[in-house]
């Protein structure tokens, strides 16, 4: 596993690739290192965002090709960035683009590839969700360069380090570009990281569940819901310290015998622990063919 930091490769000499500039990322004037024309087939969610993080603010954002998927999403983030245009069809993607993103639900994943003529040259990006090499291969042939990624929502403001197998110098540039890249060597262990990432709603309607009982209890509807999100926003700050682990910084926030850690106790028992570890292991299972 390599932990590829935002300061990318500076040793790439793949075409369309260059050293990283680590002030690409974050301050809005700053420019992307040329990485080519991005393509993305499928413009839902998390290929809005990456959209977002390779043209918001940017003074010299990539050229980026849309799929007509999702046709009112993909006409307004045209409408948003001079650099964005909305394709006839996904292989007017392929033809325009370096770099293709695949980003589309994963029962229509390999009828998308079997219509398309990938060139030897491109590098294909699977952001689909239990897609295999293998599984891309057989409808892209051996010519094309595939890698599997797992963008999350982040990239938006180009925070989000990005899970990549196999390592990619190309890869790893764009992503760098969009907050880091943490390339991995196997399949399991991208996988596991993979099934990881289905954890972040429950996450969410844990702060749901949260607020509606803070509204059950006087504090009603919208300020129930700002209160949480404050009181949780606040945490980022700890999560940027990583001098101490995960566990070492939820001790720090509770007060030894105080309502902190008489919640913790209570409620996330070893019970808890090992039925979200079974869980787990149950969508990693899912993501496996």
């Not at 001079?82 to 392929?94: G, I, K, L």
């Not at 990881?196 to 059950?216: F, G, K, R």
Request: charged share 20%; proline share 5%.
């Amino acid at each position: 596993m390599h932990d590829v930091g935002p300061n990318g490769r500076g040793d790439v000499t793949e075409a369309g690739a260059h050293d990283h500039d680590p002030s690409s990322r974050g301050s809005g004037g700053s420019t992307l290192d040329v990485i080519g024309a991005v393509g993305l087939i499928g413009v839902g969610e998390i290929a809005s965002a990456i959209v977002d993080g390779l043209c918001e603010g940017r003074d010299e954002a990539p050229p980026v090709y849309l799929s007509p998927r999702n046709a009112e999403t993909a006409a307004a983030l045209a409408a948003r960035y001079p650099s964005v245009r909305v394709c006839r069809d996904n292989q007017e993607v392929v033809d325009a683009s370096a770099t293709v993103i695949l980003s589309v639900r994963p029962d229509i994943a390999v009828h998308v590839l079997d219509e398309l003529r990938i060139p030897e040259g491109r590098l294909l990006v699977s952001a689909v969700a239990g897609l295999t090499h293998e599984s891309v291969r057989q409808s892209t042939g051996e010519h094309v360069t595939v890698v599997r990624a797992i963008p999350l929502p982040s990239v938006r403001q180009r925070e989000g380090v990005t899970a990549i197998f196999a390592p990619d110098a190309r890869a790893s540039e764009l992503f760098d570009g969009l907050g880091g890249t943490l390339a991995v060597d196997e399949a399991a262990a991208f996988d596991a990281i993979q099934a990881t990432t289905a954890t972040l709603p429950t996450h969410l309607a844990y702060l749901s569940a949260i607020a509606v009982w803070l509204d059950s209890h006087g504090v009603r509807g919208p300020a129930a819901e700002g209160y949480v999100r404050s009181m949780f926003r606040g945490l980022a700050g700890a999560l940027d310290d990583g001098s101490r682990s995960l566990s070492e910084l939820a001790l720090a926030h509770e007060t030894p015998a105080g309502i902190n850690e008489q919640l913790r106790s209570a409620w996330f028992t070893n019970t808890n622990r090992d039925e979200l570890a079974h869980t787990l292991d149950d969508v990693l299972a899912r993501l496996r063919p």
